[in-house]
Structures are given as C-alpha cells and as structure tokens.
Nanobody
Framework: QVQLVESGGGLVQPGGSLRLSCAAS????????MKWYRQPPGKQRELIAIIFSTGSTNYADSVKGRFTISRDNAKNTVYLQMNSLKPEDTAVYYCNAEQFPNIYWGQGTQVTVSS
C-alpha cells in the first residue's frame, strides 16, 4: 500500500509559479513511477508529467517547457515545479504512483490561476 498526500496548491496570478509536493508513505517509493495528473473544471483528468523509477521524465505538450517534475527518493517525495502559469492551468492536481499492477492516487490539490 502507498499513501499519497499532495500539497502546495493555491491561487496564483498569470505568469506566476507554484511548486506542488506529493509525499508518499507505506512502500518502497523509489520503485514507483510517479505521475501528475490534472482535472480542469468540467473536463476529464489528464496526464501532464511522469517521472519513471529510473529518473527519466516525460511531459504533455501543454506543459512542456513550463513544468518540471522531480523526485527525492530519500524524502519519498515527488515535486511539480510550475512556472509561467496560465489561466488554463486551473485544475485539481493529482499525484499518482504506479508499479504494475498497483496504482495509487492522492486526494488532489486545487490550483487556481487568476488575476
């Protein structure tokens, strides 16, 4: 079992930055692929960033060049640094841990980008 707790969301102006954190407990964190998803109001949840257990990363086109995913295995934490935020980045952001066949989700943290 893995428990995930996101933090760091909030209200930010367009062009601003936020860093989300996802703290994991309950299993061997370093073995898991870690992902960030988001769900804008009235829309489906979408995958925006992944960091594999190897440390390699991948991003959705909508956030590439603005968001950075990273992990600290010593702290059992994955981060999402979000820069140059836009109103369309407004969403609930979810952390996800995957090691086949297990998948775990956090409770989500709200990010609102508005002036």
């Amino acid at each position: 079992q893995v428990q995930l707790v996101e933090s760091g969301g909030g209200l930010v102006q367009p062009g601003g930055s936020l860093r989300l954190s996802c703290a994991a407990s309950g299993s061997i964190f370093s073995n898991y692929h870690m992902k960030w998803y988001r769900q804008p109001p009235g829309k489906q949840r979408e995958l925006i960033a992944i960091i594999f257990s190897t440390g390699s990363t991948n991003y959705a086109d909508s956030v590439k060049g603005r968001f950075t995913i990273s992990r600290d295995n010593a702290k059992n934490t994955v981060y999402l640094q979000m820069n140059s935020l836009k109103p369309e980045d407004t969403a609930v952001y979810y952390c996800n841990a995957e090691q086949f066949p297990n998948i775990y989700w956090g409770q989500g943290t709200q990010v609102t980008v508005s002036s």
